[in-house]
């Protein structure tokens, strides 16, 4: 193996390490459900929605005061991908990593319940070994992972 893309806080030792992108937390939600239970611009909106809950995408992180407990019900998946398959199914209002829901968005299949948008905390990194670091295979991948990875952070238009 010569390079690897790694989620983390970026201390690994011995090897060539670059951030390419942050990851920001984001409520969504089928959009149906949104039109029906309306926006979230406060935590007392969580109420309304049945919150799905993650252990990697604790709810904690996005909330300023209402206790995860205190919405209409609750789910507990520990997979963020069926996390995102639940919401897109209609099973609740998921907090999902914006890496991970934003074709979902994009194509109409979410919509993100609210404006908050939370730093996730940790980010994704380009890693190889730094005698690798130089190869030209590796050197192309890298340029194209970064030009790719530019483009991720959620938009204004996301955001509407």
Same mark, same amino acid.
């Given at each position: 193996?010569?390079?690897?893309?790694?989620?983390?806080?970026?201390?690994?030792? /011995?090897?060539?390490?670059?951030?390419?992108?942050?990851?920001?937390?984001?409520?969504?939600?089928? #959009? *149906?459900?949104? &039109?029906?239970?309306?926006?979230?611009?406060?935590?007392?909106?969580?109420?309304?929605?049945?919150?799905? @809950? %993650?252990? +990697?995408?604790?709810?904690?992180?996005?909330?300023?005061?209402?206790? &995860?407990?205190?919405?209409?019900?609750?789910?507990? $998946?520990?997979? %963020?991908?069926? $996390?995102?398959? &639940? *919401?897109?199914?209609?099973?609740?209002?998921?907090?999902?990593?914006? +890496? =991970?829901?934003?074709?979902?968005?994009?194509?109409?299949?979410?919509?993100?319940? %609210?404006?908050?948008?939370?730093?996730? /905390?940790?980010?994704?990194?380009?890693?190889? #070994?730094?005698?690798?670091?130089?190869? #030209?295979?590796?050197? *192309?991948? @890298?340029?194209? =992972?970064?030009?790719?990875?530019?483009? @991720?952070?959620? +938009?204004?238009? &996301?955001?509407?």
């Amino acid at each position: 193996m010569h390079v690897a893309i790694r989620m983390g806080d970026g201390s690994w030792p /011995g090897v060539y390490c670059e951030k390419l992108m942050d990851d920001w937390l984001v409520p969504v939600c089928q #959009p *149906a459900m949104l &039109a029906a239970l309306g926006p979230v611009n406060s935590d007392a909106d969580l109420k309304r929605y049945r919150l799905l @809950h %993650s252990s +990697s995408e604790p709810w904690s992180i996005w909330l300023l005061g209402v206790p &995860a407990g205190d919405s209409a019900s609750r789910i507990s $998946i520990d997979d %963020s991908a069926a $996390i995102v398959r &639940a *919401a897109e199914a209609g099973s609740g209002l998921a907090l999902a990593r914006w +890496s =991970l829901v934003a074709d979902e968005v994009e194509s109409g299949r979410l919509a993100m319940a %609210s404006r908050q948008v939370v730093p996730y /905390g940790l980010a994704y990194y380009f890693v190889c #070994p730094p005698k690798l670091r130089e190869l #030209p295979k590796v050197t *192309a991948f @890298h340029d194209w =992972l970064r030009g790719e990875a530019a483009q @991720h952070r959620p +938009s204004g238009e &996301a955001l509407r």
